[in-house]
């Protein structure tokens, strides 16, 4: 997934913004930080370590912290640190959150920072005078700050956009994949397809597979096929050449022989079972 295509697909929430005016003693230390944190420093320097990862930011420059589980940060120079700040989370419309922008670093560059600071206190203001529409108002804002930060870097395509995605939320992309297929037992999508569904990696995806079930992405939804079946062989009269078809294997022969893999028994004995047992 690019970066720029990534806004596509997801919700932009603003939680928080304001102009603060800081103390050089000025300390913040946190070990949960669901937000990401677009800061614009007008004045002083602040020192900020993200999970073990040292950045000085000066001013006049602007950065991105992605969401991480340690933050620490504290102003370094004498007098008064004044800092523009939007907290924020970036969730996708299927429903788990990013850690930032894929592609984008954390230092930000090229940027027009009169444009950067003048946004970023509308959306301060959207906040803090709360008029109808403000959440709306705020978070259309920001959107058009990301987008400006996307273009004036020019930022290409991540080497691992998975890598962007909060680790709170990859099991949650491996349910929302076997929701897909229980929905519609009939289709059989690729794993590549499966994979851009929920917006991961084919290789991410049979990780996942691999590590929760124990079987491959194309096994499991050989399983989750068979399952299926066996409710049509109980419920239904339907024949076994229409389930098989139904379901998307390619032939009731094929259908019969992977039925056979995994109950030890064909669908028709199957079948029979039950009504013997009835």
């Known amino acids: 997934m690019s970066a720029e295509s990534f806004l596509w697909d997801v919700d932009v929430n603003v939680y928080w913004a304001g102009l603060q005016y800081l103390p050089d003693t000025w300390s913040f230390r946190d070990k949960k930080n669901p937000h990401i944190r677009l800061w614009v420093v007008q004045k002083g320097e602040v020192a900020a370590n993200i999970q073990g990862k040292p950045y000085t930011v000066k001013k006049g420059e602007a950065v991105l912290f992605p969401a991480a589980e340690s933050v620490h940060f504290r102003s370094v120079a004498s007098?008064?640190?004044?800092?523009?700040?939007?907290?924020?989370?970036?969730?996708?419309?299927?429903?788990?959150?990013?850690?930032?922008?894929?592609?984008?670093?954390?230092?930000?560059?090229?940027?027009?920072?009169?444009?950067?600071?003048t946004h970023m206190m509308e959306v301060v203001e959207e906040i803090e005078q709360r008029r109808i529409g403000y959440k709306m108002g705020a978070n259309s804002i920001l959107q058009s700050l990301l987008v400006h930060i996307l273009r004036a870097g020019n930022y290409k395509e991540p080497q691992q956009a998975d890598a962007w995605i909060d680790v709170d939320h990859k099991a949650y992309l491996l349910g929302l994949a076997v929701k897909m297929l229980q929905d519609n037992p009939a289709r059989f999508p690729t794993v590549k397809q499966l994979a851009d569904m929920v917006s991961v990696s084919e290789v991410h995806l049979r990780r996942l597979f691999h590590k929760y079930y124990r079987m491959s992405p194309s096994r499991f939804v050989r399983h989750l096929k068979v399952q299926e079946s066996k409710h049509m062989l109980r419920d239904t009269s339907v024949s076994i050449s229409e389930i098989a078809y139904s379901l998307g294997f390619e032939s009731p022969n094929y259908f019969s022989k992977v039925f056979q893999q995994e109950n030890g028994c064909s669908p028709s004995d199957f079948r029979q079972l039950l009504r013997n047992r009835d």
């Open 79 to 117: 007098g008064e640190l004044h800092l523009l700040s939007v907290l924020f989370t970036l969730q996708s419309r299927t429903g788990y959150r990013y850690r930032s922008l894929p592609g984008v670093p954390t230092m930000l560059s090229n940027l027009d920072m009169r444009f950067m600071e």
